[in-house]
């Protein structure tokens, strides 16, 4: 890390509606299997990026273009995120 504030990110991606889920899908019958009465289940990724920002506005621009260049593919992929401050205890 280099200097600045440190923040923590959270990244969920996941496919766009019109996308083919099989994964979901397979993983919806299971539920169904097991008797659980669901609609339906759409399967995504998560991540947790630590990363070093001026401020809350440098980390969220940072983040997004994180997602855009290569957590998400985005022809097939929708991504939200959430960026908070890490605080840190310091003893003085």
Do not use: H, W
Request: glycine share 10%.
């Amino acid at each position: 890390m280099t200097g600045g504030r440190r923040f923590l990110a959270k990244v969920y991606v996941s496919l766009k509606p019109t996308v083919n889920d099989p994964e979901g899908n397979t993983i919806a019958g299971a539920l169904g299997a097991l008797g659980f009465n669901v609609e339906g289940v759409r399967s995504g990724r998560f991540f947790q990026v630590t990363l070093d920002a001026a401020d809350g506005p440098g980390a969220e621009k940072q983040v997004a273009e994180m997602c855009s260049r290569l957590l998400a593919n985005p022809v097939i992929e929708t991504y939200t995120f959430e960026v908070a401050e890490v605080q840190t205890n310091r003893l003085s």
